[in-house]
T-cell receptor, first 112, second 113 residues
Framework: EADIYQTPRYLVIGTGKKITLECSQTMGHDKMYWYQQDPGMELHLIHY???????EKGDLSSESTVSRIRTEHFPLTLESARPSHTSQYLC???????????FGSGTRLTVV | AQKVTQAQTEISVVEKEDVTLDCVYETRDTTYYLFWYKQPPSGELVFLIR??????QNEISGRYSWNFQKSTSSFNFTITASQVVDSAVYFC??????????FGDGTTLTVKP
């Protein structure tokens, strides 16, 4: 059973819509991440958080925003979706001691 | 950013062949961790191994083995007697002192029956 959950699994949405991708983990991990990934391709870090009320932008410029009000929850929001946002979004979490990441199943977003 | 390089973009083997996936990394960190992940067609990344930079012992887990050579900054992954279910994209990653992991571009492994 997955310890990190992403919803929705698939999403097709029209240009200009506001969307929130949900990510929750039950492992009590301090660190959480959002990656953008095209299938089989390199992951690009777009946001990360090292704890509650801590968020940072990652290596890849993104028009999305994140929040971390609770340890277990790290939602990602796109205020106005565009076709260029079409991709897979992977949420991950990890312990602070260098433990390996746990990834969610991803949200495959298509903006039409 | 300190790079992780997986030189092989795609590898195709026949079942029961051994296959090695290469990973070379750059680092200025004194302490770091190295990882391998598997991404099957379902999309979920599966954590395979973590190696601390202080621990250069090779590791074997079933048909999987990892060879860490600090002198050459390499962390290669070998699958022995490959199976069709090993078909996936495999990612090598490094995490340094700052905590942000750097991933390689991935190697797509296809194991044919």
């Amino acid at each position: 059973e997955a310890d990190i959950y992403q919803t929705p699994r698939y999403l097709v949405i029209g240009t200009g819509k506001k969307i929130t991708l949900e990510c929750s983990q039950t492992m009590g991990h301090d660190k959480m991440y959002w990656y953008q990934q095209d299938p089989g391709m390199e992951l690009h870090l777009i946001h990360y958080s090292y704890g509650v009320n801590s968020t940072e932008k990652g290596d890849l410029s993104s028009e999305s925003t994140v929040s971390r009000i609770r340890t277990e929850h790290f939602p990602l929001t796109l205020e106005s979706a565009r076709p260029s946002h079409t991709s897979q979004y992977l949420c991950a979490s990890s312990r602070s001691d260098g433990g390996g990441y746990t990834f969610g199943s991803g949200t495959r977003l298509t903006v039409v | 950013a300190q790079k992780v390089t997986q030189a092989q973009t795609e590898i195709s083997v026949v079942e029961k062949e051994d296959v090695t996936l290469d990973c070379v990394y750059e680092t200025r960190d004194t302490t770091y961790y190295l990882f391998w992940y598997k991404q099957p067609p379902s999309g979920e990344l599966v954590f395979l191994i973590r190696r601390n930079s202080f621990d250069e012992q090779n590791e074997i887990s079933g048909r999987y083995s990892w060879n860490f050579q600090k002198s050459t900054s390499s962390f290669n992954f070998t699958i022995t007697a490959s199976q069709v279910v090993d078909s996936a994209v495999y990612f090598c990653a490094k995490r340094g002192n700052a905590g942000k992991s750097t991933f390689g571009d991935g190697t797509t492994l296809t194991v044919k029956p």
